[in-house]
Every structure is written in C-alpha cells, then in structure tokens.
C-alpha cells in the first residue's frame, strides 16, 4: 500500500514538463509542481526538459556535455567534420547546434529518437549548405551566411518530421583545411591577410591626403577668387576716381591740373633723399637748400 502511494506522487521541475501515459497512451501534460498519478503503471510519467537550452557538437565534445547522442570523438568525430566545398576542395568544420524541446508529446512519441534524428539532419544540411560555397567563403567570409541558412533549413526539416524541436542557433567553430594541406593553406591565407593590411593601409593614406589636397585646392581657388574680385574692385573704383577726376578736369583745366601737380610732388618728395630747388629764370645752378643733410635740419 506505501508503495503504491509512493509511485503516484511525483515532482516536475522548474524547467520541464510531465507527459502522462495512461496504459500507454498519451494522456495529459502537467505543469512544474508536485503532482499524483495512478500507481501500479497505469500511469506513466516522462520529465521533458522544455525551458532548458539544449546543444549537440560536431567534430568536438567539450567538457561537461551530457548528451546522450554525441557521437565518441574517436569513432564518428573526423568523419562527420569532413566536408566537400562546392569548388571541390575538402574542409574540416566543427559546429554546434543549439535547441528546445519546443513541443513535448512530438519528441516523445512522433519521431523515433529524435535527438539522433537531429544530428542526421544537422550534418546532411551542413553538408549541403557548405557545398554551395567555395572554400574560402566557408573559411572566411560566409560563416555568418552559412550559420543563418543552416538554421533556416534544419528548423524546415525538423517541422516536416514533426520533431517538436526550435532551433535557437548554429554555430559555426574551428575551419579547417585538411592536415596535409594545412601548411600551404596556411601560407595563402596569410598572404591574403598581408594583402588586406597593404590594401587597408593604401586606402588610409589616400583617405588622410585627397581630402587634404582637396582642402588645400578649395582654398586656394577662393583665395584666387577673392583676389580677383579684389582686383576688380579695384580698378572699378580707380576708373570710377579718374573718370570724376576726369570731369572736374573739364570744368577747371587749370586748377585741376596745379592739384594733380601739387598732389604728385606730396607722393614723389618724400621718397627722393637729395634735393635741390632750382629757379627756371637763372643761368647759373646755385645750391640753395640741401634738404637731405641731417645738419642742415638741426639748424632749422
């Protein structure tokens, strides 16, 4: 009688649910919770883990991993890394698959073992997503777009076989080419690498001298500019004073030309060191004032 009061209660986790079988049949889902069922396996109860992220490796195991399903790293780890590349040349790709249990009673009775199901199907869309790309898309640039599309087809699939499983991620890890060409492969991607670097370097110095050549030339064209206008200026406001000057000429020749002469020598003495005033009426040339002797002008 205690025994039979023991099996009927049972306690669902946080992270899952219980899946009731009554003689075998699915029954009812519970809740997390402590919960009874009928004792002497009428009923049957199956704890799935459906908030819990689950995760399967390929071409590696790490430490802790308890899948059931994870292939031994001795047997089955290479073979399932190799791949062939749509250019026909051969890789080594490690990469994990990240899911839920996303519908309970399909896990457990719509697919026999799904776990393992979803492994064949992982590797079978990896192999043909990496086979539509060359090696150096793989390797380098087409990780992001190959994780992406390999996510998108194994959740595809694994809703046409009714697995009850959500994909959350794929991730891609180590790439690889195979061991006997890894040294030249080595080689070739460093010399890639050392090319982005000149390339990325050229284009760092042509990004920090055009913009300064350009600077320097669209100063220089608006000081060209600013001179010309200046010149323009100018001369606009030269013709424009003689042309007045011009017309006070025609009004008063001789008074406009004594002041032109009389402004003329303000401008042109100053500048002359020695001289000497002479009277047109005189024969004979007679020093008068030798305005350039510092003497002279201590006397004055």
Known sequence: MLLSVWS????????????????????????PGLHFKLPLNIDKSTIVAVKRQLKQEFGFSTHGNDARNQSSRQTLGLKETQMV?????????????????????????????????????????MREVVGDRTVDEVITIGRQ?????????????STKYAMGIRIDQVQLKNIN????????????NQAQQEKEKLINEARRDYNKVIPLALGEKD??????DGYRLKRINEAKGDAARFQALYVEYLEAPDVTTKRIYLETMEQVLPNIRSKIILNHTE??????????????????
């Open 85 to 125: 590349t749509g250019d026909l040349n051969a890789a080594l790709i490690e990469w994990v698959v990240q899911y839920r249990i996303d519908e309970p009673t399909k896990f457990l009775f719509e697919v026999r073992e799904p776990s393992e199901t979803l492994r064949h199907v992982s590797e079978s869309v």
């Open 219 to 224: 100063q220089r064209i608006r000081e060209a």
């Open 283 to 300: 024969h004979n040339v007679l020093p008068l004032l030798h305005f350039g002797n510092s003497k002279l002008g201590e006397l004055k």
């Open 145 to 157: 777009e190959i994780e992406s599309e390999a996510l998108s087809k194994m959740q595809a699939l």
């Open 177 to 188: 080419p195979p061991q006997p060409v890894q040294a030249s492969f080595n080689e070739v």
């Open 8 to 31: 009927s209660v049972y306690t669902v986790p946080s992270d899952s649910v219980a899946v009731i079988q009554r003689f075998g049949k699915f029954s009812h889902t519970e809740q």
